[in-house]
């Protein structure tokens, strides 16, 4: 199963009308079903944490180089990802392995509808996944804080059924021991990263970028 999702950030600078658009295209999918997810900001796990952080002192986020786009909300959302992964294992029993895609995939370079169907016969042509697969363009973490860890692109990741509660938990403590040690926010791939280091799920990371080689190179 693929599992996308979308959440409307109020002045992000690509619009809610752009990515519908790109994401209402995912629907053209042939070699598995779809699950979207919509909601707001405040149906975000990471959200809720920080407002309640923010109660008892301040809570700051990373921006990078694009502190417009890099904001609070922004990364909330880019956090959901996990959990949108465990909702869907939750609600629906028939996928033994599911797939995340960003709801606006196909604005990268080269990534087609039929790219991601010849990569999704292929997760399907494995017989049994042991292990949750991300492609990254890094060949080792920088385990930086204020800008994006490219270890793993985070547009793309398969992830058996078995597996899909430990990613997400693994992922939410990471990302609140953080919070909760220093008060800050960082994209959530540095934070899957970490979970890789740890050793807390077993994790194969393949080289791409992003663009179509995050499909083709599977």
Known sequence: MVVTGYVEIPNHPRG??????????????REAPIRPFRGTIE?????????????????EHAT?????KNTL?????????????????????RADVVVWLDYGILHQPGVTIEIIDAFLRRV?????LEEVAIPGAWARSSRAIDQPDWRFCGSATIVPRYLVRSF?????????ERLAKTGRVT???NDWAVVESLGLLPIRWYAANHDQTQFTNY
């Open 124 to 128: 399907r042509e494995k017989e049994f």
């Open 187 to 189: 994209w959530e791939i």
């Open 16 to 29: 809610a009308t752009t990515y519908d658009q790109l994401g209402q295209q995912l629907g053209a999918l």
């Open 73 to 93: 909300a922004y990364h909330s959302v880019q956090h959901q990802k996990t959990a949108w992964l465990q909702e869907a294992v939750r609600t629906d029993r």
């Open 168 to 176: 997400h938990q693994a992922v939410l403590d990471v990302t609140l």
């Open 64 to 68: 990078g180089d694009n502190p417009v």
């Open 43 to 59: 149906d975000c796990w990471l959200h809720q944490a920080a407002r309640i952080a923010m109660a008892g002192g301040s809570v």
